[in-house]
Antibody
Framework: EVQLVESGGGLVPPGGSVRLSCAAS????????MTWVRQAPGKGLEWVAG????????WYPDSGKGRFIISRDNSESTLHLQINNLRPDDTATYFC????????????WGQGTLVIVSS | EIVMTQSPAALSVSPGERATLSCRAG??????LAWYQQRPGQPPRLLIH???NRATGIPVRFSGSGSGTEFTLTISSLQSEDFAVYYC?????????FGGGTKVEIK
């Protein structure tokens, strides 16, 4: 059974940084492209970053380029998301997910970790 | 960026009735469309990919149709566990984008 467990969220002041982690199990992590999606409280879903199975390619929407850094450690089956210069509108639950091998739809999801940006 | 527009924003349906949800893409996305269900306090769950292909374990009462810019998710006979928010997502172009969601409520 696929399991994705996020951690690292919490209360962070504006301008600060946070590093989120996602521990993966139940599948061969090194063979799957991985991704992060966020959801602001009471709002919809927003894709924020993706990374290839080997880590050599990364993708971001224009809104996140420069502040979001996705990375992975295949030896530890762990995905990371570093967010710098946090703003109040970054407040959201951040979900870890993996793309299907057949296309960039989000096949499995973790429960998410909540980041609150506030002073 | 391809804007995905879902309608209606909310839908009141009685258990056992059919629900029809719409999703429109701002540009043609062929059949590169997925649907997700999100129950309160839960992460999204993949229902449909390729516009009409049910994901593993998804009941047959869920069906998807459409191509190009117009897509539909149909729930043939609503069960209590189907009352949730539904999102569409396009994966034909970067960046990947979601619709704003349709909330299916109990009538």
């Amino acid at each position: 059974e696929v399991q994705l467990v996020e951690s690292g969220g919490g209360l962070v002041p504006p301008g600060g940084s946070v590093r989120l982690s996602c521990a993966a199990s139940g599948f061969t992590f090194s063979t799957r492209a991985m991704t992060w999606v966020r959801q602001a409280p009471g709002k919809g879903l927003e894709w924020v970053a993706g990374i290839s199975n080997g880590g050599g390619s990364t993708w971001y929407p224009d809104s996140g380029k420069g502040r979001f850094i996705i990375s992975r450690d295949n030896s530890e089956s762990t995905l990371h998301l570093q967010i710098n210069n946090l703003r109040p509108d970054d407040t959201a639950t951040y979900f870890c997910s993996h793309w299907s091998t057949g296309g960039n739809w989000f096949e499995s999801w973790g429960q998410g970790t909540l980041v609150i940006v506030s002073s | 960026e391809i804007v995905m527009t879902q309608s209606p924003a909310a839908l009141s349906v009685s258990p056992g009735e059919r629900a029809t949800l719409s999703c429109r893409a701002g540009l043609s996305i062929s059949s590169s469309l997925a649907w997700y269900q999100q129950r309160p306090g839960q992460p999204p769950r993949l229902l449909i990919h390729g516009a009409s292909n049910r994901a593993t374990g998804i009941p047959v009462r869920f069906s998807g149709s459409g191509s190009g810019t117009e897509f539909t998710l149909t729930i043939s006979s609503l069960q209590s566990e189907d009352f949730a928010v539904y999102y569409c997502q396009q994966y034909n172009n970067w960046p990947l984008t979601f619709g704003g969601g349709t909330k299916v409520e109990i009538k």
